[in-house]
């Protein structure tokens, strides 16, 4: 039976490898096409890394359930289920932009118990286990300002999804969210989104619709460097992080708390 640092280091030795080789084919043309629709894009960069992903965790740790988002989910004994984002951030790595990520969770029991997210173009590793949270070996820390006026915001809210959902409401949200923090960014990519926050780099990050591979790794992340990640990391859903201390109560993330 793997231990959580087993598991950790096949997560880390799949994301490293993974990113690699994206660092070496970022911005040399990728074929992009479409799957929902015009703003979900893929490429085939995404298709090969999470194959040469599901081949570490194949060779490490077979029988392993693997929930992958471009491949589905392969069925196993259930012992160890992997949640698997090849790319978190395709659009920005398909046009061309520096913030994308691999990013792969894993959970024992219906618990998460390792997480890798790995950078490469930055070549910056989050690691996430038993030994807390870390940044290329450095434990990270989710401290920051206690308010609105003082925090830096990530988000992707609202997406055309989101619009097309709530309509004029998530406009009027969205303006409340831009009045109320010190500066509100939308950077893409859930999963590196959590590991700044994880980092204290930024101070909160909100999304609805995310999916298990989008957040598993960066939600273990997130709580293991003593921030606040708010919503089920197993179902597709809203989530919510904070940075440690931060006063959510009396934000006006308060109105689109997960529940
Ligand atoms: C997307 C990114 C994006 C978030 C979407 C995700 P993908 O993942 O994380 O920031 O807003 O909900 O689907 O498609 O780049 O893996
Ligand atoms: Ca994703
Ligand atoms: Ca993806």
């Known amino acids: 039976m793997a231990t959580n640092d087993?598991?950790?280091?096949?997560?880390v030795e799949a994301a490293t490898g993974a990113g690699t080789r994206l660092r070496e084919v970022f911005r040399t043309g990728a074929?992009?096409?479409?799957?929902?629709?015009?703003?979900?894009?893929v490429t085939e960069h995404d298709l090969a890394a999470e194959?040469?992903?599901?081949?570490?965790?194949?060779?490490?740790?077979?029988?392993?359930?693997?929930?992958?988002?471009?491949?589905?989910?392969?069925?196993?004994?259930?012992?160890?289920?992997w949640y698997v984002d090849p790319i978190d951030g395709t659009a920005n790595f398909a046009a061309g932009v520096a913030f994308f990520c691999v990013s792969i969770g894993a959970a024992v029991g219906g618990e998460l118990v390792a997480g890798a997210i790995y950078d490469p173009v930055r070549d910056q590793l989050f690691t996430a286990g038993d030994g807390g949270?870390?940044?290329?070996?450095?434990?990270?820390?989710?401290?920051?300002?206690?308010?609105?006026?003082?925090?830096?915001?990530?988000?992707?809210y609202p997406s055309a999804y989101d619009l097309a959902q709530q309509g004029e409401e998530a406009l009027h949200r969205f303006g409340r969210l831009v009045t109320s923090f010190s500066a509100v960014r939308r950077p893409g990519s859930a999963a590196l989104k959590l590991a700044h926050v994880a980092a204290g780099w930024a101070h909160a990050c909100f999304g609805?619709?995310?999916?298990?591979?989008?957040?598993?790794?960066?939600?273990?992340?997130?709580?293991?460097?003593?921030?606040?990640?708010?919503?089920?990391?197993?179902?597709?859903?809203?989530?919510?992080a904070t940075v440690g201390g931060f006063d959510l109560a009396g934000?006006?993330?308060?109105?689109?708390?997960?529940a």
């Open 133 to 156: 949270a870390r940044c290329d070996g450095v434990p990270l820390t989710s401290a920051g300002p206690r308010t609105d006026r003082e925090a830096l915001l990530l988000t992707s």
């Open 251 to 258: 934000s006006a993330l308060a109105e689109l708390v997960p």
């Open 31 to 41: 074929r992009v096409a479409t799957k929902t629709d015009f703003h979900d894009p």
């Open 208 to 240: 609805l619709g995310a999916s298990p591979w989008d957040v598993a790794a960066g939600a273990l992340l997130v709580r293991r460097a003593g921030g606040r990640y708010l919503g089920d990391p197993f179902t597709v859903g809203p989530y919510l």
């Open 51 to 81: 194959e040469q992903i599901r081949a570490v965790i194949g060779k490490r740790a077979p029988g392993s359930v693997i929930v992958g988002e471009e491949g589905g989910t392969q069925p196993g004994s259930g012992e160890v289920t």
């Open 6 to 11: 087993d598991l950790l280091d096949i997560a």
